[in-house]
């Protein structure tokens, strides 16, 4: 059988914490993974721009053979997602699927909390998108919804400081901007795939009754879920356990923040896209 991977996508390296929880539970599946690292961030690009240079990554895991791509980058999934789904993807490969991970999320989000308050921490292009709002409101109308976007947390990230001194005076920041505004919040959302590393810093500035989601392992779920209901999908993709791993900039600078993200050796390979930055 020719090898038919499921693509996962992002800006950069962020969403490794999502292609982590995906692999941990699927691990049967060939797996492509794709950081546009060469035109990160994405998070205050325009609309225009963030779905230019996600369709052009997403046409490239069609021609690697992705029966299936995961956009594992919330902004991707705000900006790109929906015109890619209803007015590109019909015209050029309709036999194929692409999937965000702002859905799912929204889908579960809301049993999390108990005073039925949640923040969302995001990038400035999903903050600004209202995506969560909408998406949570179908699910859970009682659930209240704050928004911050925190546009120093993929930088901090990106260029390997997250578990620097220096990052906490930006973790401490944002996530007392968002519980002074409102301090009902029991359940804080990373709606960013970059915002796991911060992880430990984090949980150290939230106060004692407040968790913090991560969506790895809830994209991981509802990935199972749809592999399970769409079946022409799941046999289409190709079982061999193979990974490779591709970045739009140095392979080098990839493989040592991969290594660090997976905890185990990556080997990435360099593509060149079209549109520059």
């Known amino acids: ?31 492509i993974y794709l950081g546009d690292n060469g ?39 705000a900006k790109a997602l929906r ?12 036999e ?27 990038t400035k292009g999903t903050i600004n998108s209202g995506s969560y709002e909408l998406e949570i409101r179908k699910f859970f109308p009682e659930v209240r919804v704050h928004a911050l976007a925190c546009p120093m947390w993929v930088p901090i990230v990106e260029y390997g400081e997250y578990k620097s001194p220096g990052a906490d005076y930006f973790v401490q920041q944002y996530l007392e901007m968002l519980l002074t505004s409102a301090p009902d919040i029991d359940t804080i959302l990373l709606a960013c795939t970059h915002y796991p590393l911060l992880m430990d810093k984090i949980m150290k500035y939230l106060p ?53 993200f997976l905890d185990t050796k990556v080997k990435s390979e360099f593509v060149q896209m079209r549109t520059g930055i």
């Open 96 to 122: 194929k699927r692409v999937l965000g991970v702002i859905r799912p999320t929204a889908e579960v989000i809301g049993n999390y909390t108990r005073t039925k308050s949640i923040g969302i921490l995001g």
């Open 1 to 31: 059988m020719a090898q038919a991977p499921i693509g996962v996508f992002d800006s950069g390296y962020g969403g490794l914490t999502v292609f982590k929880s995906i692999r941990a539970l699927l691990p049967g599946y060939d797996y």
């Open 208 to 260: 004692t009754g407040i968790q913090a989601i991560s969506q790895g392992e809830i994209v991981a779920e509802s990935l199972e879920d749809y592999l399970y209901r769409h079946p022409e999908i799941e046999a289409a993709v190709s079982k061999g356990g193979k990974i490779s791993f591709h970045t739009t900039d140095d392979t080098a600078d990839f493989d040592k923040h991969g290594s660090l």
């Open 83 to 94: 015109t890619i789904q209803q007015r590109e993807l019909p015209l050029i490969a309709p």
């Open 39 to 77: 035109r990160a961030p994405y998070g205050n690009r325009s609309f225009e721009t963030v779905h230019q240079y996600t369709l052009e990554c997403v046409e490239w895991f069609f021609r690697m053979g992705c029966p299936l791509v995961i956009l594992a980058c919330n902004t991707a999934s």
